[in-house]
């Protein structure tokens, strides 16, 4: 099973097999935004930075933006949330993902939180 790294502004980040990861919003996020009714995704090709703003996501309670959880080049999105972005709501850690990056500097995971962090990090919210 590939590992999964979180953020604190609650992104996750999944490992993949071919040396990719895949990023969204966290349940918790996506629980606190209520309702998802329009995303807003990076284009392939786009390179982004650790921490800067590279899409975002509506609800029908506000807008936020998601940031990119390490430096790299949008690979891939997730064109099925452009059709349905309650996908966020029914799978936000499945299916509901929002973007693929190659990363620039593939170690630079470990700066983020495991599964066990994040949850600790949730409790001290």
């Not at 992104?11 to 996506?30: C, M, N, P, S, Y």
């Not at 921490?51 to 080049?73: I, N």
């Not at 949008?74 to 309650?86: W, Y």
């Amino acid at each position: 099973m590939p590992q999964t790294y979180f953020t604190k502004d609650h992104e996750w980040v999944r490992l993949e097999a071919d040396g990719l990861v895949t990023v969204g919003i966290t349940d918790h996020a996506q629980e606190a935004l209520g309702d998802i009714v329009f995303v807003e995704l990076p284009e392939s090709g786009r390179s982004v930075a650790k921490g800067e703003a590279c899409a975002v996501v509506e609800s029908v309670k506000a807008a936020s933006d998601v940031y990119a959880p390490l430096t790299g080049t949008v690979a891939e999105q997730n064109a099925a949330l452009t059709d349905d972005p309650a996908l966020v709501n029914k799978s936000a850690e499945a299916e509901g993902w929002f973007f693929r990056l190659r990363l620039a500097d593939p170690a630079a995971v470990s700066t983020l939180m495991d599964l066990g962090a994040y949850k600790e990090y949730l409790a001290g919210l």
